[in-house]
């Protein structure tokens, strides 16, 4: 008994020296940190509008903050979002750090870090890589940190559309971020850049100090979600977006008046942030390079390819799971969603059909069960020209036949239009092969569907919106909607008008979709939003897209009414702030065809 | 029996794993010692502070600094029509590094490292060797620098810190300084003023940075202590130097 009890003991003395390296290997920051205020006060309160002074914005940048109306941080969509990854520490209030501690090995596996008025972090210590370029980006975005000497260096991705202050100074989805957080004694310095190809024109640097506290918490609010909503805009119409036309807003001139910094100064810029700005200040001799204003050319993002299809190699499928029953695969010319269950395998769109083998794969991948059913969401090529073939894949179960025996293929369903779309001659042959086309058509609004346990809605928003036969599918029980071309992360809005679509119709659809959709606490998650093109989203990132897509209705909706023709419109720009989040000067849909579209549409009498 | 002499084992080879492990070397010099390498140009990026830094701000705005009632009473003597007769309080060593402008650092000596500024011309000297002793009051007073380290604490003595302790910041405390302002528009800052700093480098997104995380205490114009953090971009050369002395006709007036 005395032999165990000494072996005991001697086995943890020696545990203990051997492990005392890696204990080494850190220099600890849990705790809670309250800010110090002696930088940027004004900036960190409630701050001025029009005061972007020190920030490396370029025109985009700029013009993006100039249109912001604070009146929608009070939208019900807005109401509960907490301050995101790029600002959370920069807020008033204390933060905190907490070791998140692997409970089979002791082992630091991450920390939380609960920004000011944000939600925690967590930053993964534990070596793992980022998501993929397709999966959902959240407030904090997703993060993972390494020591380098004394500092623990974190780097952020997945971030959602978000600010640099709180005067609508923004950040795009594209931005990373890139933090040191450095402990001297109990002072914490933490040094952010955060690199947005989209508004800045160079990374954007600063540094937040912090001191040990021990005697304050981090500070949060409680829960916000859909029941804590309530209408802080009392008369406004519903889906309302407020924001100012570009000569609509005198900002500028109060805080000018204000503060009295130059105008120049005022729009920030990356040539405002170096020494030599302040002595053409002081020689009067003020002129800008226009290179600093342009939205600059895209750089390569290192930490994960957050560009969704940009990045993807050519000619794979990527497959992701997005909640419940549904997955998504990527790389097909469409986002494809798939469901699984005993039932079989039912499929929202099936791709352009050029890599059908690789798309039946990689459903494969996730069941062994036949394809049951095609839900396409409208008749374009790149999301029904896989139907012939992943059809006869599949086989119909029951259905109006007179036995449950399976039926010669899947069942592909639609809406009516989309029948009439890809029946129309094109020449002497139909718009699509016969083979390609939904063996149903649903009238009216909407149809339902039940498979694998889950009741599916196809809805029919409106009659013309990216075509006249659009449908988005909602997975009830999943808790997963499927959108079609009516939102997608990765260009403006398509429509046709010649062919039956319109952008009213597209805003139409989008707000819809916001009905749908229902999220969870601080405005993230809950309803998972599954694009035509894009990365997996969710309401906010639809409302962030609703948001863009009315103000340019709005703003060229203006510029028709001052009498403008087609092309003083296109001089305008009045996409120009968001030209390098969804813009492309050549393929299939530019800038200019979506301009000269909206123009068409929205002259019509 | 057997898993006691495996136990015994263990704990012998780790203890004497520890053991062996080679005392860390002694740099000759400080230079020597240095963890990483503050020498070269460097540009402040003036992305905080804009409107207190890059232009004098207005007479009574001394927003985010902490200052005492006797602080502030001095702060709203200040006369902008004069302040062109203000020289160079502005650039002292508690107030400098927040000036926009560039750095050269340099080592003056195995022991001494030197940073010349182009904005008000100014010089620190910071020195390694503790035996030198400061004299008068200079705007750059008296800097004490030391590579500071990260020691671990407590745990179960030698055993657990036979590894070299890692080496942190540079750590630069000033005293002896002259009364200056904290920023352009007469904030002030006394001779009892203490400027602890710590200076630290980085990279990303490919470019190296400098930061400087600065510590003022002043028992006379100041309520609590008054911390900034500020940084600086690498630059290739000097190309871009531009000198100007913040004294007409006076470069510096020498640091110690």
New interface residues.
């Given amino acids: 008994m005395r032999f165990r009890s000494a072996s005991i003991l001697l086995l943890i003395v020696g545990f203990v020296l051997t492990s005392a390296t890696s204990a080494r290997a850190q220099i600890d920051l849990a705790g809670e940190w309250a800010g110090t205020f002696h930088e940027d006060l004004p900036h960190r309160g409630g701050m001025r509008l029009a005061d972007y002074t020190g920030l490396p914005f370029n025109e985009a940048g700029w013009r993006k903050g100039h249109s912001w109306d604070e009146a929608a941080r009070s939208l019900p969509e807005r109401q509960c979002i907490p301050h995101v990854a790029t600002y959370a520490l920069r807020g008033p209030a204390t933060i905190r750090f907490q070791k998140v501690i692997d409970p089979v090995t002791g082992q630091l596996q991450a920390y939380s870090l609960h920004g000011s008025y944000g939600r925690p972090r967590t930053i993964w210590m534990d070596g793992r890589p980022h998501p993929s370029a397709l999966a959902p980006h959240t407030w904090g975005g997703f993060s993972t940190g390494a020591w380098e000497r004394n500092t623990l260096v974190v780097s952020t991705t997945h971030i959602k559309t978000g600010w640099l202050q709180r005067n609508g100074a923004p950040t795009s989805d594209l931005a990373t971020m890139r933090e040191h957080f450095t402990r001297y004694g109990d002072y914490l310095l933490v040094v952010t850049f955060i690199n947005d190809p989209v508004f800045l024109a160079e990374p954007f640097i600063r540094t937040t100090n912090f001191v040990l506290s021990l005697s304050s918490n981090a500070n949060a609010w409680g829960n916000c979600g859909p029941a804590q909503i309530v209408d802080e805009l009392g008369g406004r119409p519903k889906h309302s977006v407020p924001h100012y036309l570009p000569d609509q807003t005198d900002h500028i001139r109060e805080f000018l008046t204000y503060s009295g910094v130059p105008a120049e100064a005022a729009r920030g810029g990356m040539d405002t942030t170096y020494p030599e700005f302040a002595s053409r200040l002081q020689r009067g001799t003020l002129e800008f390079d226009p290179r600093n204003r342009a939205p600059r050319e895209r750089i390569p993002i290192i930490e994960s390819g957050v560009d969704a299809d940009r990045n993807r190699p050519v000619d794979e499928i990527e497959v992701l799971p997005v909640q419940g029953n549904v997955y998504v695969l990527a790389g097909a010319g469409a986002n494809i969603a798939v469901q699984i269950g005993e039932d079989g395998v039912l499929l929202v769109d099936s791709g352009s059909g050029m890599l059908n083998d690789k798309v039946i794969a990689a459903i494969r991948q996730l069941s062994d069960k036949p394809i049951r059913f095609i839900l396409n969401t409208h008749a374009h090529a790149d999301h029904m020209g896989g139907n012939e073939v992943l059809a006869k894949a599949g086989s119909t179960r029951g259905g109006g036949r007179p036995s449950d025996s399976p039926g010669p293929g899947a069942l592909v369903l639609a809406h009516e239009a989309v029948l009439f779309a890809v029946g129309k001659p094109a020449g002497r042959q139909p718009a699509m092969p016969v083979g390609a086309w939904p063996t149903e058509g649903y009238p009216g609004e909407s149809k339902e569907v039940f498979s694998n346990g889950e009741a599916l809605q196809l809805i029919h928003p409106v009659s013309a919106a990216h075509t006249d036969g659009d449908s988005i599918v909602f997975f009830r029980r999943s808790d997963v909607v499927v959108t079609g071309d009516l939102f997608v992360t990765t260009s403006y809005p398509v429509f046709d008008v010649d062919k039956g679509g319109s952008l009213n119709g597209v805003i139409a659809s989008l707000n819809r979709i916001i009905d749908i959709t229902i999220p969870k606490d601080w405005q993230e998650g809950g309803t998972m939003v599954i694009p035509g093109h894009g990365r997996v989203a969710d309401e906010a990132d639809v409302v962030e897209y609703r948001d863009m897509v009315t103000i340019l209705r709005d703003r060229i909706q203006y510029l028709i009414k001052k009498g403008m023709t087609l092309e003083q419109v296109k001089a305008a720009r009045p996409t120009f702030e968001y030209d390098g989040r969804y813009g492309a000067a050549t393929g299939p849909w530019t800038t200019d065809m979506f301009v000269e579209a909206a123009y068409k549409d929205l002259s019509r009498k | 029996?057997r898993?006691?002499l495996?136990?015994?084992w263990?704990?012998i080879?780790?203890?004497a794993?520890?053991a062996q492990q080679p005392l860390p070397k002694v740099p000759p010099t400080p230079r020597a010692a240095a963890?990483?390498d503050l020498t070269g140009h460097w540009?402040?990026?003036?992305?905080?502070?804009?409107?207190w830094r890059?232009?004098t701000p207005?007479k009574g705005d001394y927003?985010?600094?902490?200052l005492s009632a006797e602080g502030r009473r001095i702060a709203d003597t200040w006369d902008p029509a004069r302040s062109a007769e203000d020289g160079c309080k502005p650039y002292g060593a508690a107030a400098i590094m927040r000036v926009?402008?560039?750095l050269r650092i340099t080592w003056d000596n195995d022991t001494t490292l030197r940073i010349d500024t182009d904005?008000g011309q100014q010089t620190r000297l910071l020195h390694f060797d503790k035996r030198q002793s400061p004299a008068g009051r200079t705007w750059q007073g008296y800097s004490a620098a030391e590579w500071?380290l990260?020691t671990?604490r407590g745990?179960?003595g030698v055993?657990?810190a036979?590894?070299p302790p890692?080496?942190?910041?540079l750590?630069v405390i000033t005293t002896n300084l002259r009364a200056g302002f904290l920023r352009k528009n007469g904030v002030p800052y006394s001779e009892e003023a203490v400027v602890t700093e710590?200076f630290?480098r980085?990279s990303?997104?490919g470019?190296d940075?400098l930061?400087v995380?600065t510590?003022v205490e002043d028992p006379r114009y100041l309520s609590q202590?008054?911390?900034?953090?500020?940084?600086f971009k690498r630059e290739p050369d000097a190309a871009?130097w531009?000198p100007t002395p913040c004294e007409r006709g006076s470069v510096t007036d020498g640091a110690q």
Avoid at chain 2, 43 to 51: I, K, L, Y
């Fill in positions: 029996m898993c006691l495996l136990a015994a263990l704990a080879t780790s203890m794993t520890a963890p990483f540009v402040s990026v003036v992305t905080e502070d804009w409107r890059m232009v207005r927003s985010s600094v902490p926009p402008g560039r904005a500071d990260v671990a745990g179960l055993s657990l036979t590894a890692r080496m942190g910041a750590r710590y630290d980085l990303a997104y470019t940075w930061t995380f510590i202590q008054f911390i900034t953090s500020t940084h871009k531009m």
